[in-house]
C-alpha cells in the first residue's frame, strides 16, 4: 500500500479541519503531499499562501493511500471544487479511502457518494440543502466512517483526525482512544498512556 496520502488544497481552505490530521499522518511514517487545482498558489480562509505539490488532474488513487479534502467556501458558492468530488469517487471505486470534513462533504453530496453511505456533517440540513438522496444515511454525531469513507462537521477535527489515525492504522486500540482523550479532552492520564 503506498504511504503518501493525499491534501486538497484550494483557495479558502478552513485551516483548522485538517492540521491534527495531517500532523499525526506525518508523524506516523507516512509522505503527506498537497494536490490543487493547479500548482498555483492558493490562500487559506487564515491566509496563508500553499503552493501545492501536484495538480489535480495528476492526482492517481494507486499512488495513494487516502485523499483528504477539507473545507471551504467555495464548495459552497459553485462548482470551482466539483473536480475533487469527482476525484473522491475515483478514490472511492478504486478501494482508496476519502475523508472530507466540513463544506467537503456537500461537495460529496452532490456528486452522489453518500446516498448509499452513513455520513455526517455540520447539520442535516445542510446536506439537504444539496439536493442529495441520502438523508436517511445521516449520523448525528461528531464523525462517521463508513467502509473507505470518512465525514465529520467543522467543529470536528480532532474527532475527524481519530477516525482518519484509526482508519491508516497510525494508532489503534488503546493508543488511538489515549490519543482522542488527549487532544479532545485534555485529560492528562492519556498522555502517559500514548507515549508509554
Not at 23 to 35: E, K
Not at 55 to 82: F, H, K, M, Q, V
Not at 94 to 113: D, F, H, K, M, S
Request: aromatic share 8%; proline share 6%; net charge negative.
Amino acid at each position: 500500500m503506498p504511504r503518501t496520502v493525499h491534501l486538497a488544497v484550494y483557495n479558502s481552505l478552513a485551516d483548522w479541519e485538517t492540521g491534527h490530521t495531517t500532523a499525526w499522518l506525518a508523524r506516523s511514517g507516512f509522505t503527506v503531499q498537497t494536490v490543487g487545482p493547479t500548482t498555483a498558489p492558493v490562500t487559506t480562509i487564515g491566509g496563508l499562501r500553499i503552493t501545492p505539490d501536484l495538480p489535480l488532474e495528476n492526482l492517481r488513487p494507486e499512488d495513494s493511500a487516502l485523499l483528504i479534502l477539507p473545507g471551504a467556501d467555495l464548495w459552497d458558492t459553485g462548482d470551482d471544487l466539483a473536480p475533487f468530488a469527482v476525484a473522491a469517487r475515483r478514490f472511492l471505486d478504486a478501494g482508496v479511502p476519502v475523508a472530507a470534513i466540513c463544506g467537503a462533504t456537500a461537495g460529496l453530496a452532490r456528486e452522489g457518494l453518500l446516498d448509499d453511505r452513513a455520513h455526517t456533517s455540520a447539520v442535516s440540513f445542510y446536506l439537504a440543502a444539496t439536493g442529495y438522496k441520502g438523508g436517511e444515511h445521516y449520523v448525528d454525531t461528531d464523525a462517521v466512517t463508513d467502509g473507505d469513507l470518512i465525514t465529520a462537521g467543522p467543529t470536528e477535527p480532532v474527532a475527524f483526525a481519530r477516525e482518519v489515525l484509526g482508519k491508516m492504522g497510525a494508532f489503534e486500540g488503546a493508543k488511538l482512544d489515549a490519543w482522542y482523550r488527549l487532544f479532545h479532552d485534555s485529560d492528562p492520564a492519556a498522555y502517559e498512556e500514548l507515549n508509554g
